[in-house]
């Protein structure tokens, strides 16, 4: 049995010058840097401010977190959805207890909660010990990988509405009672998701991936859906085979998006930010975990598009969504900066 790894994760003077007199003298060398340095730097910031924000892992300075909650969609709770919850963990007991925290604290009336550890020698049996009366079960076995961690969850659970949140990511406040009663609301919605918070090892805010309207043509390009905000629907796990691939190592919620997309299932994206992803240096990829990584996307994209695209042919079929997200990553930051 290979060695368990921890989850992946599908990085002069400053004063202006002032205006000469009539006739003054002017230097070159003194007018010229103080004249288009501050151009040059106006430049770079709107630039900056245009680039797309989804993809980069740290867009700014560590902040504290600062997001609106997703609405109160007025479902009473006779109607909503019982949600099943997971999480695949491994050596993360640093992080488990904040993960836990933030899925406990939802305090979703119709929730199953599991935690699968294939076999950490840290601090996680404490922690799941601290947790073990308000978890619907967890377990610590050696396993055969991160999907398979997943799988063997999920038997143990029977949720009309399922997810998994890796052991050092997060839900934010509100996330599951938006997700359920969005489901309750919409019965033809199979697959929702929503916006991203990045975080730190501090937890702090370094970045926001803010996503467009779903579109089903992109997604067999490539995959920008934030694992942490998924969420699907039961009779669709069943529909598609009920199981994550255990032969990916990488690409496994993608590969688990294209099998729903090929069953016929209706997406939605939701317009709030549901969860967080850790950003922190046991995340960073080897150059065997590139080549591994890549190879998936490149058998990915050829059995589901039935050719191997260029990067090029890559970048100008998601041009155009970039291009929405960006202007909805304006939106959102016009609506939380004027309230």
């Not at 695949?88 to 305090?107: A, C, D, M, W, Y």
């Not at 255990?246 to 299932?265: M, N, P, T, V, Y």
Request: charge should be positive; glycine fraction near 8%; charged fraction near 25%.
């Amino acid at each position: 049995m290979p060695p368990r790894q921890p989850p992946r994760k599908r990085q002069t003077s400053s004063r202006s010058p002032s205006r000469p007199a009539c006739g003054a003298r002017l230097v070159a060398k003194d007018v010229s840097v103080p004249q288009t340095a501050p151009k040059i730097a106006l430049a770079r910031r709107i630039v900056r401010r245009c680039l797309p924000r989804i993809g980069a892992l740290r867009q700014y300075r560590p902040r504290p977190i600062k997001v609106s909650r997703p609405p109160d969609l007025g479902v009473s709770a006779e109607r909503l959805p019982s949600i099943s919850l997971v999480t695949p963990s491994f050596q993360q007991g640093h992080f488990l207890r904040q993960t836990i925290q933030s899925v406990l604290e939802q305090n979703y009336p119709r929730l199953e909660y599991f935690v699968q550890d294939g076999g950490s020698k840290d601090e996680s049996a404490a922690v799941l010990q601290e947790f073990s009366a308000r978890l619907t079960g967890w377990e610590i076995a050696p396993d055969r990988g991160q999907a398979h961690a997943i799988n063997t969850a999920f038997r143990r659970t029977a949720g009309e509405i399922m997810g998994w949140i890796n052991s050092d990511d997060l839900l934010l406040s509100g996330a599951l009672l938006y997700v359920g009663q969005f489901f309750a609301q919409n019965p033809d919605v199979a697959v929702l998701y929503g916006n991203r918070v990045l975080i730190d090892e501090q937890g702090r805010d370094i970045g926001r991936w803010i996503l467009p309207r779903h579109d089903d043509g992109v997604l067999p390009w490539i995959d920008y859906v934030p694992q942490e905000t998924l969420f699907w629907r039961r009779s669709l796990w069943d529909a598609v085979g009920g199981h994550i691939d255990e032969s990916l190592q990488f690409a496994i919620d993608w590969d688990l998006l294209l099998r729903f997309q090929k069953a016929g299932a209706r997406f939605a994206h939701a317009r709030h930010f549901l969860g967080a992803f850790r950003v922190h240096p046991e995340q960073k990829t080897s150059a065997q975990n590139l080549t591994v990584g890549a190879h998936e996307v490149a058998l990915l994209r050829h059995k589901y598009l039935g050719f191997k695209p260029t990067t090029l042919q890559v970048n100008r079929r998601v041009f155009g969504y970039l291009v929405s997200h960006m202007f909805e990553h304006a939106r959102i930051l016009i609506r939380e900066r004027t309230g």
